[in-house]
């Protein structure tokens, strides 16, 4: 959900089932960091597999509670995700803010305008969204140089 979204930990923490909008495929975000309201994508396959924890667990309130009801723990969501990168053995231990970068990264690396993904992420600064294009490595790749296209027009 985390990467799916590009949410940040204490977002993901405070999401109630009405959040998920299966009709316009949307995760609604209400008072993220700074108190802001925004909306990110749900990816259907995300949605199939919340449809499965759904029948489940059957949430009252929070959209991921703990064994007794209430918010789930921020603790046991890092733990989720260590253990998730021990399983999938990766080399690095990777945590939740991570899958936050990963999402936004892979974004920009699809061509994903700058500032449609600094709006998924809540982010009030385009200069904020934009450290990941430092981070995306194929963000360049698939961009013909001027003077190929040039010289092709000469030929």
């Known amino acids: 959900m985390i990467y799916s979204a ?3 930990r204490s977002e993901l923490l405070n999401l109630k ?3 998920i909008d ?5 995760v609604i975000i209400k008072e993220g960091k700074g108190g802001k309201d925004r909306m990110s994508t749900l990816s259907s396959n995300l949605l199939n597999l919340l449809r499965e924890y759904y029948k489940e667990y059957r949430p009252k309130e929070y959209l991921f509670e703990g064994q007794k009801g209430g918010k789930y723990s921020a603790e046991s969501v ?3 995700v260590k253990a998730a990168t021990k399983r999938a053995r990766f080399r690095q231990s990777a945590t ?3 899958l936050r970068h990963s999402f936004a990264t892979h974004l920009l690396e699809d061509r994903i305008d700058l500032r449609k993904i ?22 360049q790749l698939g961009i013909k140089n001027p003077l190929d296209t040039l010289y092709l027009e000469l030929k």
Request: proline share 3%; aromatic share 6%.
């Open 6 to 8: 590009g949410l940040r």
């Open 78 to 80: 890092l733990k989720v």
């Open 17 to 19: 089932v009405e959040d």
């Open 22 to 26: 299966s009709k316009r495929m949307t």
């Open 96 to 98: 939740p803010h991570m």
């Open 118 to 139: 600094q709006h998924l992420l809540g982010h009030n600064s385009l200069k904020t969204t934009e450290i990941y294009s430092h981070v995306a490595t194929n963000y």
